[in-house]
């Protein structure tokens, strides 16, 4: 039976009708009722939820929290920002992340770093190795370019537009968004300085894990790269689980792999003496 929607008590019996229901691209709430990943008790279970093309999310991640991305479709790409949940005008420095760690690309092992010089994450697993800090986000005028329109509630809606409506819900904005890292999709610099896009589809399945090396306000979109080519809007699923987890003990390896890196976990655990 189809339920009208024309008047109140409609409404209401049509969003009754539609408890339980499920689609591909959505959260899982509790997340505690997601099957685990292996290892992982479902009762640590911190965040399950599935990005469609043009999706964003944004949670809010304990210290010691992981997070793994899958680009489930094998052509999703993972524009990410990071704040510190605690002053969120700390957030992901990209150019100090390349810097310090005296290396422009991102895999296992590498720390994203803040303007404050704190590590705000580690990568601690990475299958795509994959990844772009250098070309940012697609804006509006950019997706226009390429599919005739970019507004955020059309067709094409871009990674820049979809920031925005995640970044709202904790109370920021416009001038929040910061240079983002996108995962899956890997950008390399030529020898005579251009920029080229590895844009795939690539093996489905693909997965990056962070651990968060202090309290977190992880941003995500799922839009085109802002290099990427082709003249559809071309985006497969990303799926984002996050658990519990124990914060970097000191002898951890990724901890002690540079002096750099070091004094930015030192750099954290002397706030957290305060």
């Known amino acids: 039976m189809t339920l009208s929607t024309a008047d109140p008590y409609g409404a209401q019996a049509h ?3 539609m408890a339980g229901t499920r689609v591909e691209a959505m959260p899982t709430v509790p997340a505690t009722a997601a099957p685990p990943p292996p290892g992982v008790a479902a009762r640590d279970l911190l965040w399950v939820e599935t990005l469609a093309a043009g999706g964003y999310a944004a949670k809010r991640l304990n210290r010691g929290a992981r997070m793994r991305m899958t680009d489930v479709g094998g052509d999703a790409c993972a524009a990410m920002l990071i704040f510190s949940a605690e002053r969120p005008v700390e957030r992901l420095n990209v150019a100090d992340t390349l810097k310090v760690q005296w290396n422009a690309y991102l895999g296992q092992g590498r720390l994203l ?5 704190k590590v705000l994450a580690s990568v601690v697993e990475d299958t795509a190795q994959t ?3 250098f070309c940012g986000a697609s804006n509006e005028a950019s997706n226009a370019r ?3 329109d970019g507004f955020n509630w059309g067709d094409h809606p871009n990674a820049r537009d979809r920031f925005m409506l995640a ?4 109370g ?9 890292i996108n995962w899956f999709k890997g950008v390399k610099v030529g020898e005579d300085g251009a920029t080229h896009l590895e844009v795939g589809p690539f093996t489905p399945g693909r ?7 202090m309290d977190l306000i992880v941003v995500l979109t799922n839009c085109p790269h802002v290099l990427d080519p082709r003249p559809a809007y071309s985006a497969t699923p990303l799926q984002v689980t996050a658990w519990r987890g124990a914060p970097t003990p000191a002898d951890d390896p990724i901890r002690l792999a540079t002096p750099e890196g070091l004094r930015a976990f030192l750099n954290v655990e002397d706030d957290l003496q305060r």
């Open 146 to 148: 390429r599919y005739g």
């Open 207 to 213: 997965q990056v894990t962070l651990r968060a090396e």
């Open 113 to 117: 770093l803040s303007d404050m010089g």
């Open 167 to 170: 970044l709202a819900k904790f």
């Open 172 to 180: 920021l904005g416009r001038k929040d968004i910061h240079p983002c």
């Open 15 to 17: 969003a009754r009708a």
């Open 131 to 133: 990844h772009d800090a």
